[in-house]
């Protein structure tokens, strides 16, 4: 009998449909990755396990845990089977703690809310699992707060809590997804070793294809809240039945052609740049310390050249990026765009703020919702002297939305009218819409499904044909710098570790976080290209 | 956390400063002079200049300054103009007043509120939520004179089970004089409680949407056990903010509560000294207030870091 089973399992939400008669099994021991999009209903399967669905959820199939059929469970059954027979992890390690209760209290409760020791034994369980999860209490004692700990550390404590009454079954909804590839990857195998060890069975929601060919056993293919495909790893990755599986694959290994780059000529020059923050004083009168975001950090980036910046949260990425736009000054060193300094006496330079513009991470924060797309995208005219108006501003606008694959119709429409990937191409039009000579990419196709953001990079590649454009590219996601830069950029802890061409520094890497970082990146296994 | 501590006392003292001299600045600047208003129009001038000296007007403003300031930190709030009696009894015995009815208030409308705000949290969009929030709607809308009249009307006059008014002292014991402060205080509370329940609902409800509240329900508790055990102490801190605010609130402007219930509290002995240019009374009682005020800040913010351990480690 399979530790879980489900079967035909159906799901709406009110009055839509999100899951579709959706079947797979786990087996004790084995790791099933369910796999797919945004909207798939992947993360929905996995709260159906749980019956933690939204109001208004109905469902109609069978899921079976252990031979119990979980859908006829009353809510008290069910309160005795979340966290002592199923644990979960959950994507947001930063949120998923209480920030008030210690971890060891946040741990204990999973065993003391289920009554299955006294609280000297529970305690004593407590230490056991954050130890085994890389939390030893000399270390990291029971006392400690969330906001004491990393990200990592957090996941950390929530698998702990996950594991602490030993479930037969651990469901991980994209428990990665939200840390850097290091610490994905000790996550990963942190995951893959409980199973070993406890003989758990594991469901592993992802949207991330390289992180389930490494680790599942399974693979289910979920489109629309249907299952497309199914079947063993290895078997299902060289031999991929259905279009959407194809697409899938191809697009999280999605490759671009840049065209090629001019003769070197700087256009932005960074000269030993560095950036403090102050910190909080550790006593009243005590002098305040000082912590080094960027340090002396320099590069030049060459006019019609597509730059990477590459490295883990907190490496002052974000940092210099701001430095660059003149959002920030620098403490020392020197920035300039074209011969002339980004910051002039204390004050940013408007001759050369109009010269870059960025384009961020979030298709969802980062528009106002009470206007319309053309005074979004025409927001950078107020840097020019003489802003284009009437029909010329016209113009200028539908070509734009042309140039980034809108219709010129979508000029007076809001932002709420499209999806997350129509507004990045937005926010490209956006940037664009001066004809800048630089624009930064901050993670700007961090928040995108594989499919969509294939699209992003093809439409970058077709902009620079077409525009000559010059870029800086941050990410923390190796596969696209490695396609969509000429050059890249290896910060760590405010230094620039490596530099060189794309291809090479990924090829043979010389510094050794260089090569940490590019072992610990999960890769698609090259046996399925061919058949895409 | 001691560190926390001594931060913000030291705040409190430095708003302690900033406001003597404040309060001070501005009764100075205000016209009439209290002497010639005591002995009328036609006062002889060696009259009125004895009474200046006497009263202590006619030093230099930077050493009145430092003499008010140095005498209430003796507990010497010096000598009402008006009643020839010293101030620091005068505040003493509407102190007795007024303190232990904002405390009262203050008690009854947190006991209203909260499980009030946290039985409509936890019923959202149901019928028992909908009731609580007319309910609070209407707290808020009715303005507390007429609940304090409608209460004597009920209570008193009907019932008889009140007193309409007056103060009973506490000589009689703490019974008596709690039960001569009930129909103000419920007066008093009402609306605050209003108020505060529907700030307890709210920040209990963006609780409930917090990813550790799932976490919570994924470990195995029911939605009743994540709400009292992880959702009432994080959805404290906007809460205790709403209450310090309260608290100053019914200390002071408490006057037209008391006015109804001919309650010899603060709020009316600063409209008396007022309409009568006492201005030594007026000063004192406003920096008393100031100083409860700031006070209740301190307490609020201590007890944002014992509910918060971010705060207490953040300084």
């Known amino acids: ?532 | 956390m001691l560190r926390y501590a001594l931060k913000r006392l030291l705040s409190l003292i430095l708003s302690l400063a900033v406001a003597s001299l404040v309060i001070f600045a501005v009764i100075e600047v205000a016209p009439g002079d209290p002497a010639s208003f005591m002995l009328g129009v036609n006062a002889q001038p060696d009259t009125l200049a004895a009474l200046r000296a006497e009263l202590g007007l006619d030093v230099s403003k930077p050493q009145r300054y430092l003499a008010w300031v140095g005498g209430m930190l003796t507990g010497d709030f010096g000598t009402s103009y008006t009643y020839r009696t010293p101030v620091s009894d005068m505040i003493a015995d509407r102190l007795w007043v007024s303190l232990p009815l904002s405390l009262y208030a203050l008690t009854l409308s947190t006991a209203i509120a909260f499980p009030a705000g946290i039985y409509a949290a936890a019923r959202r969009g149901k019928p028992g939520d909908v009731a609580v929030m007319g309910a609070t709607q209407l707290g808020v809308a009715v303005p507390n004179f007429w609940f304090a009249m409608m209460l004597v009307l009920i209570f008193a006059i009907n019932l008889r089970w009140f007193n309409a008014g007056g103060f009973a002292g506490w000589e009689g014991g703490l019974w008596t004089g709690l039960h001569s402060l009930t129909l103000p205080a419920i007066a008093l509370a009402l609306p605050q409680a209003a108020i505060l329940a529907r700030v307890m609902r709210s920040a209990l409800l963006d609780i409930l949407g917090e990813d550790f509240m799932r976490t919570a329900r994924a470990k195995g508790l029911s939605r009743r056990q994540a709400l009292w055990r992880h959702g009432v102490r994080n959805a404290l801190i906007p809460v205790l903010t709403i209450i310090g605010l309260q608290f100053s609130f019914l200390l002071a402007g408490s006057i037209i509560i008391e006015q109804v219930f001919y309650l010899p509290g603060l709020g009316r002995l600063v409209f008396q000294a007022i309409s009568s240019r006492d201005l030594i009374v007026v000063e004192s009682v406003v920096m008393l207030l100031v100083f409860a005020v700031i006070t209740v800040n301190f307490l609020v913010d201590l007890a944002y870091a014992a509910v918060d351990p971010r705060l207490r480690s953040r300084t």
């Open chain 1, 1 to 532: 009998m399979s530790l879980l089973q489900i079967h035909n399992l159906s799901l709406a939400i009110h009055d839509t449909e999100v899951l579709k008669e959706v079947s797979l099994t786990i087996e004790p021991g084995q790791i099933v990755a369910v796999t797919g999009e945004s909207g798939s209903g992947k993360s929905m399967t996995a709260l159906a396990v749980m019956q933690l669905l939204p109001g208004g959820a109905r469902t109609s199939g069978s899921i079976t845990l252990d031979g119990q059929e979980v859908l006829e469970l009353a809510e008290p059954q069910m309160c005795a089977l979340r966290g002592a027979s199923v644990g979960m992890v959950f994507q947001e390690p930063m949120t998923a703690l209480n920030p008030v209760r210690t971890i060891g209290d946040q741990v204990m409760e999973t065993i003391l809310i289920h009554k299955a020791m006294p609280r000297v034994q529970a305690e004593e369980r407590a230490r056991e699992v954050l130890t085994r999860v890389g939390l030893p209490p000399d270390r990291f004692p029971l006392g400690r707060y969330p906001h004491e700990l990393s990200g990592g550390q957090r996941q950390r404590v929530v698998i702990a809590m996950a594991i602490a009454l030993r479930p037969k079954l651990l469901i991980a909804d994209e428990p990665t997804t939200a840390l850097d590839v290091t610490t994905q990857a000790q996550i990963l195998d942190l995951l893959k070793g409980l199973v070993t060890e406890y003989g758990v069975g594991l469901l592993m929601i992802t949207h991330d294809l390289a992180v389930v060919a490494d680790l599942a056993d399974r693979i289910v293919v979920m489109r629309y809240g249907e299952v497309v495909e199914t079947g063993p790893t290895r078997r299902l990755l060289t031999d991929m039945k259905h279009p959407y599986t194809k697409m899938l694959f191809e697009a999280s290994d999605h490759q671009v052609n840049l065209p090629p780059t001019p003769d070197p000529a700087p256009l932005l020059t960074v000269d030993k740049v560095v950036r403090d923050y102050r910190l909080a004083r550790t006593r009243l009168f005590a002098k305040p310390g000082h912590a080094r975001a960027v340090d002396h950090v320099s590069f030049t980036l060459n006019r019609g050249e597509r730059l990477g910046l590459v490295g883990e949260s907190g490496c002052g990425k974000s940092t210099l990026t701001r430095a660059i736009l003149g959002l920030e000054e620098a403490q020392s060193g020197q920035i300039l765009l074209d011969g002339q300094p980004v910051f002039t006496g204390h004050r940013p330079n408007p001759d050369v703020r109009r010269k870059m513009q960025v384009v961020f991470q979030d298709p969802f924060g980062s528009f106002n919702p009470r206007h319309r797309v053309d005074r979004l995208i025409t927001e950078p005219f107020h840097l020019l002297d003489t802003p284009p108006k009437g029909a010329e501003r016209r113009d200028r606008v539908a070509e734009m939305l042309t140039a980034v694959g809108l219709s010129p119709d979508d000029a007076r429409k809001y932002i709420h009218e499209f999806s997350g990937g129509q507004r990045q191409r937005i926010a490209i039009a956006r940037a664009l819409i001066i004809r800048p000579e630089l624009i930064l990419f901050d993670e700007a196709v961090s928040a995108l499904d594989v499919s969509v953001r294939a699209q992003i990079l093809d439409l970058l590649a077709e902009l620079c044909e077409a525009y000559d454009l010059t870029y800086l590219f941050i990410s923390h996601d190796l596969s696209v710098v490695r396609t969509i830069t000429d050059r890249v950029l290896v910060m760590q802890a405010g230094r620039i570790v490596e530099q060189g061409v794309t291809g090479q520094v990924f090829d043979s890497p010389q510094h050794a976080y260089t090569k940490a970082l590019i072992t610990a990146a999960p890769r698609l296994p090259d046996l399925g290209r061919g058949v895409a």
